[in-house]
């Protein structure tokens, strides 16, 4: 039975997630959550974790296998640990909280991924973008609860960002500047959500992946994945995981891997599962663009993990080994 090492140490709530939900999450040894930011390569672990787990290159429903337990916006909780309960197979898990929201027990392991804030933000451009109305409208109806226990009724809803992906990408880096001029809102900004697992990275069951890692070599990190894990994957099995674990694989196999997706974005696992690319920001954003965005790095990320967000493990060194 694990051990409850570290509770969590904050509530996080927002129009999507509630981490109240892990309260009624009771955890087995071996369970495996992989917690990320939205728009990081989350799915494509899941993927890499769901072939890992099953030893096998098949096809499954994972996005049902492998709810996404803090969200509020598909399934109620209930729903979602009957489905926990139910499983006999070795259990992964998403979350989109922060470390600190978490509970941490011994023996269940933790996934981290990370990415170029630009790029997922960019990401994020076209997930937003691609909501179905009745996603919409499940999103919104959670704001106004929110905002009615809050005290916050009447306020106007925020202005819609840009549509330009230069626009858009300036519109976020000034909202990042005024959360650093006026404090952080109820939900972490991208820096301060990581720095909440920069913190402990030392962690003997927190593994930090990188996106671009996974593009560069990913049978290098799916077998580092795999001895996390503790899973003896075979040598001759691998490169067939490798193979369906592919981004232009998945993408073929969207609505098969990701059934529910059909019913929240407007061309399901095509527009979920977008392009998967690496330094597209810089197609958007000048040189001035940049030094200003370096700028406020600088004032809001320690250095060390300001570069395993912008370059990987492979360029940045491991960040369990970070001395910063």
Do not use: C
């Not at 894990?229 to 001759?236: G, H, M, N, Q, W």
């Amino acid at each position: 039975m694990p051990e409850l090492v570290r509770a969590a140490d904050r509530v996080e709530r927002s129009p999507v997630v509630d981490s109240r939900r892990w309260r009624h999450f009771t955890p087995r040894d071996g369970d495996i959550v992989v917690a990320t930011f939205a728009k990081v390569g989350t799915t494509w672990t899941q993927r890499i974790v769901d072939l890992l787990v099953w030893q096998s290159p098949d096809v499954r429903p994972f996005g049902d296998i492998s709810p996404w337990l803090d969200a509020t916006i598909f399934a109620p909780v209930d729903t979602v640990i009957g489905t926990l309960e139910a499983q006999r197979h070795r259990r992964y898990i998403k979350s989109h909280l922060p470390f600190d929201a978490l509970p941490v027990w011994d023996t269940v392991k933790y996934i981290h991924v990370g990415r170029d804030a630009r790029d997922a933000r960019l990401s994020w451009k076209n997930h937003e973008e691609g909501f179905m109305p009745e996603a919409r409208a499940r999103i919104a109806a959670n704001a106004v609860a929110l905002a009615v226990e809050a005290g916050a009724t009447g306020r106007p809803p925020p202005a819609p960002p840009p549509h330009e992906p230069r626009d858009y990408l300036l519109h976020w880096m000034g909202e990042l500047e005024a959360g650093l001029n006026g404090g952080p809102g109820a939900n972490l900004n991208f820096f301060e959500f990581e720095a909440t697992y920069w913190r402990e990275r030392t962690r003997p069951n927190l593994l930090f992946v990188h996106y671009d890692d996974l593009k560069q070599d990913l049978a290098g990190e799916m077998r580092r994945i795999s001895d996390f894990l503790e899973i003896d994957t075979p040598d001759a099995l691998m490169p067939s995981l490798v193979e369906a674990a592919r981004f232009d694989r998945m993408k073929k196999d969207g609505d098969a891997l990701f059934p529910v997706l059909k019913e929240t974005f407007d061309r399901g696992a095509d527009r979920f599962i977008n392009q998967g690319h690496s330094g597209r920001w810089r197609e958007y954003l000048t040189e001035e663009d940049v030094t200003r965005y370096q700028a406020l790095v600088r004032r809001i990320a320690s250095p060390a993990m300001a570069r395993w967000l912008e370059s990987g493990r492979r360029v940045a060194g491991d960040p369990a080994r970070s001395s910063d």
